[in-house]
């Protein structure tokens, strides 16, 4: 008895509950140590999480990109793994908007976040808050992507480039009214041609609502301006200071432009998408104004020069034009000879039609009269009864030939007929066989274990038919 109380003090409040379980679990139960806790699933898991969460509230993970899936949520679900190992990672949609790159399978890449425990299913994941590719930069990663997919969908394509207007009366300048870019820019333009109207439109080059900035000039200069080409750039600067020109919706409002653009951002070295996609990338914000205007005095000197070169050649086409004016006139020819020439020939050639049609008419009668004379020997009576006896004789062969055909086609018929009743089921009925067919289906039987016993059949003889029930089956 006090070995009975001891045990049962050395058993905690979930002991209670299990007296349904099996014999050797309570011997396990009752030989544990006195004072042991027992948790259970839950308790354990949210205990892991606890201290997960709280020791690794910020870690910086490296490894490989794998099993990448998008669902509807809008949240990114990927394995990130070495070698060794792998851990299952997360990116909420609110993160995703603030990366410049895609994410796809098989990049090297280095997250940072947080280590959790999703407690439904007990597993431990990452939830990641900023992901960098391994070896290359985030925007130079973002740079490459975005130009390969603009590039993939036709927006490089020079069949899509416009040409630039010879001498344009309005140009648009898309820079920003501070910089350097912008005084090169107009010195340059008043410098080679001084009457060009310059419309400035101002916005910021570089920082956060940049390209939007830009992207919106380009549409208001095409809706509200008669602009015949747009200058958008800036000076040179790092990737970050230059990345506005780098930015999608930059790069599809050069494309949308109805106006054509030249792309002029940075130095000659400095390549950005929206010198792939503009009309013309010029090197550098001032080599774009000279590329946008001639030279107006280096232009008035080439006209003037044309217009001399014009003149002399009109005067040496006029000057041909009499020359050969008098040598047609050495050559024409008094119209009234002309006419004394055109009788004679005439007269010569009634002449010879008659001679011509006199000949034909005496040939014709004469070949008539031989015609009469050949008919009126050669009687037609003697062709009738030649004819006639044709007939007859073609008459008796066709009658030949006519009974030879059918008594040909009366055999071929009569062996098809004993052929077709040596193969109907009558025949082979008339030899003693049968036909059953089970009722009230009427479907021929060919195997017995089709039949069940009970079952009504119908027996089909050369004469009649039986009606039965099978009352035995033998396989």
């Not at 960098?132 to 927006?155: F, H, N, S, V």
């Not at 020079?158 to 350097?180: D, M, R, V, Y």
């Not at 050559?331 to 055109?342: A, I, N, S, T, Y």
Request: net charge positive.
């Amino acid at each position: 008895m006090p070995l009975h109380l001891s045990l049962t003090q050395r058993l905690d409040k979930r002991a209670i509950y299990g007296w349904a379980l099996t014999r050797d679990y309570w011997i396990n139960i009752l030989l544990l140590p006195s004072g042991l806790q027992i948790l259970t699933v839950s308790e354990l898991t949210h205990s892991i999480k606890l201290h997960l969460e709280s020791n690794f509230d910020r870690v910086w993970v490296e490894g490989e990109i794998s099993n990448l899936r998008s669902p509807s949520s809008g949240h990114i679900y990927f394995t990130l793994k070495d070698k060794n190992t792998q851990i299952r990672a997360i990116v909420f949609r609110s993160h995703i908007r603030f990366l410049k790159f895609d994410i796809k399978d098989g990049l090297e890449a280095i997250c940072r976040g947080r280590v959790t425990v999703y407690e439904p299913r007990g597993d431990y994941q990452l939830i990641v808050d900023h992901i960098e590719p391994k070896g290359i930069g985030t925007l130079q990663l973002a740079y490459e992507q975005l130009k390969e997919r603009l590039r993939c969908e036709g927006l490089f394509d020079p069949f899509n480039k416009k040409p630039l207007p010879l001498l344009p009366k309005k140009i648009g300048l898309i820079t920003s009214p501070t910089g350097a870019a912008v005084r090169d820019m107009i010195h340059v333009i008043h410098r080679r041609f001084p009457n060009v109207e310059i419309v400035i439109f101002p916005v910021r080059v570089q920082g956060e609502g940049a390209s939007f900035e830009i992207s919106h000039a380009i549409e208001e200069l095409n809706r509200i301006s008669e602009v015949d080409v747009i200058i958008t750039g800036r000076g040179g600067g790092s990737i970050e200071d230059l990345w506005a020109f780098n930015e999608e919706i930059v790069a599809r409002a050069i494309y949308r432009s109805e106006v054509p653009v030249i792309s002029a951002v940075g130095h000659e070295i400095d390549y950005t998408i929206s010198d792939f996609v503009a009309d013309l990338r010029a090197p550098t914000p001032s080599s774009a104004a000279e590329l946008v205007v001639p030279n107006k005095f280096e232009l008035i000197n080439s006209l003037k020069q044309l217009k001399v070169r014009f003149e002399d050649s009109i005067f040496q086409i006029i000057i041909n034009s009499h020359n050969k004016l008098d040598a047609y006139n050495n050559k024409l020819v008094d119209p009234r000879r002309m006419l004394d020439d055109f009788r004679l020939r005439l007269d010569d050639i009634l002449d010879r039609l008659y001679i011509y049609t006199s000949n034909r008419l005496k040939q014709r009668i004469e070949y008539f009269k031989r015609s009469l004379d050949h008919l009126f020997f050669k009687s037609p009576e003697q062709r009738v009864k030649k004819s006639k006896d044709t007939v007859y004789q073609l008459d008796k062969e066709m009658e030949i030939h006519m009974k030879h055909c059918l008594e040909t086609r009366r055999q071929n018929f009569e062996r098809l007929i004993k052929g077709l009743n040596s193969l109907s089921p009558m025949e082979i009925l008339q030899r003693g066989y049968s036909i059953t067919r089970r009722l009230p289906d009427y479907l021929i039987v060919k195997d017995a274990g089709s039949l069940n016993i009970g079952d009504n059949i119908n027996v089909k003889l050369f004469r009649g038919e039986i009606t039965g029930k099978v009352k035995a089956i033998k396989d």
